[in-house]
């Protein structure tokens, strides 16, 4: 069967912009685009919108091939049903059969998952993972979100939401998470937000002098704490340090439950490079059984990340195609 000529799209919906494109099976995004989510109070209207964005792209890509259906990744998104639930920063409230809405209005098959489950099924398709059956995609960014990929397949649990590693509590009784009010969860060390309140707790908690302190609170981020370290700040230096030492520990716990071949890092964090890696390979061998030790490998995304969540949601189209499994999502209304 010639797979030369097929194409899929790739949608990821974000809460404040939705990146699209139109992706060949070498990972060549053909042509891309973006709108606003945040302009559209209402599911409907924007799904209007994106049709009238993309389906003319569409269109215009079937001198290139057939596209062979639309792939989505979305935040608090259920694969089993095609749903978008209760997705805190989104305008849509309650439960929204996404899938199902995209698939009347373009009239193709649509596959979705949350963005972290896109992020690993593209790193397999396109990425360092591809020929891996078992691996663990963790993405820093402004949260911690993770898919875990075993035995070939990425694990959707029993409700389609397993794999929320970024809540899982690494800290007992730790740090308050604003969002989740969860205490000492994993995203609220190891995500960019959390590498800040390292930052802040360590200025207000020492006399050294530090770059850091030229700023105002509401000024940092992970960007000028990661410059900073890169120009010797010893404060900076040790945030890193600290949040690699988190990461490790919980990477830790991650492989004794799956025993993958790697650990995938991705997001902007990983900018950081070795002032991260090192203390995260550190204290993952740390705390690993004997069995555990020196067997996985422990790298960084070949994705890009500008492309990457497009990358990730196009994947699911050969994933759905490929296991021939797609069925269109039952009508679940609005709630």
């Given at each position: 069967?010639?797979?030369?000529?097929?194409?899929?799209?790739?949608?990821?919906?974000?809460?404040?912009n939705t990146k699209y494109g139109v992706v060949n099976h070498r990972g060549d995004i053909l042509v891309k685009g973006d709108l606003r989510?945040?302009?559209?109070?209402?599911?409907?209207?924007?799904?209007?919108?994106?049709?009238?964005?993309?389906?003319?792209?569409?269109?215009?890509?079937?001198?290139?091939?057939?596209?062979?259906?639309?792939?989505?990744?979305?935040?608090?998104?259920?694969?089993?049903?095609?749903?978008?639930?209760?997705?805190?920063?989104?305008?849509?409230?309650?439960?929204?059969?996404?899938?199902?809405?995209?698939?009347?209005?373009?009239?193709?098959?649509?596959?979705?998952?949350?963005?972290?489950?896109?992020?690993?099924?593209?790193?397999?398709?396109?990425?360092?993972?591809?020929?891996?059956?078992?691996?663990?995609?963790?993405?820093?960014?402004?949260?911690?979100?993770?898919?875990?990929?075993?035995?070939?397949?990425?694990?959707?649990?029993?409700?389609?939401?397993?794999?929320?590693?970024?809540?899982?509590?690494?800290?007992?009784?730790?740090?308050?998470?604003?969002?989740?009010?969860?205490?000492?969860?994993?995203?609220?060390?190891?995500?960019?937000?959390?590498?800040?309140?390292?930052?802040?707790?360590?200025?207000?908690?020492?006399?050294?002098?530090?770059?850091?302190?030229?700023?105002?609170?509401?000024?940092?981020?992970?960007?000028?704490?990661?410059?900073?370290?890169?120009?010797?700040?010893?404060?900076?230096?040790?945030?890193?340090?600290?949040?690699?030492?988190?990461?490790?520990?919980?990477?830790?716990?991650?492989?004794?439950?799956?025993?993958?071949?790697?650990?995938?890092?991705?997001?902007?964090?990983?900018?950081?490079?070795?002032?991260?890696?090192?203390?995260?390979?550190?204290?993952?061998?740390?705390?690993?059984?004997?069995?555990?030790?020196?067997?996985?490998?422990?790298?960084?995304?070949?994705?890009?990340?500008?492309?990457?969540?497009?990358?990730?949601?196009?994947?699911?189209?050969?994933e759905m195609k490929l296991s021939d499994t797609w069925v269109k999502p039952e009508?679940?209304?609005?709630?």
């Amino acid at each position: 069967m010639d797979i030369s000529n097929e194409l899929a799209v790739g949608i990821d919906i974000g809460g404040t912009n939705t990146k699209y494109g139109v992706v060949n099976h070498r990972g060549d995004i053909l042509v891309k685009g973006d709108l606003r989510t945040d302009a559209y109070t209402e599911v409907e209207d924007f799904i209007d919108a994106l049709y009238d964005k993309l389906h003319p792209v569409m269109l215009e890509q079937h001198e290139h091939g057939t596209i062979k259906g639309i792939g989505i990744g979305a935040p608090n998104g259920n694969y089993y049903k095609g749903t978008i639930e209760h997705a805190p920063n989104l305008h849509w409230k309650g439960v929204i059969p996404f899938a199902d809405m995209v698939s009347d209005k373009f009239e193709q098959p649509c596959s979705l998952t949350n963005d972290a489950n896109a992020a690993a099924v593209g790193e397999m398709t396109y990425g360092a993972a591809r020929g891996m059956k078992n691996f663990i995609m963790i993405t820093l960014g402004t949260g911690v979100g993770s898919g875990i990929v075993a035995n070939g397949q990425l694990i959707y649990g029993e409700d389609g939401f397993a794999g929320e590693l970024g809540h899982t509590i690494i800290r007992p009784g730790g740090r308050l998470h604003k969002s989740t009010r969860l205490r000492g969860s994993l995203e609220s060390y190891a995500s960019a937000t959390g590498i800040v309140s390292t930052a802040i707790e360590m200025l207000e908690n020492s006399n050294e002098k530090s770059l850091l302190s030229n700023y105002k609170k509401s000024e940092l981020n992970s960007k000028i704490i990661y410059e900073s370290a890169s120009k010797g700040d010893k404060i900076a230096k040790e945030v890193f340090r600290f949040t690699g030492q988190i990461l490790g520990e919980a990477l830790a716990n991650f492989v004794m439950f799956s025993s993958p071949e790697a650990i995938i890092l991705f997001g902007g964090v990983i900018k950081a490079g070795d002032l991260l890696m090192k203390p995260t390979r550190l204290h993952m061998e740390k705390n690993l059984l004997p069995i555990f030790k020196n067997k996985v490998k422990l790298i960084f995304s070949e994705l890009e990340e500008a492309d990457a969540a497009i990358l990730g949601a196009s994947a699911l189209v050969w994933e759905m195609k490929l296991s021939d499994t797609w069925v269109k999502p039952e009508k679940i209304p609005v709630i």
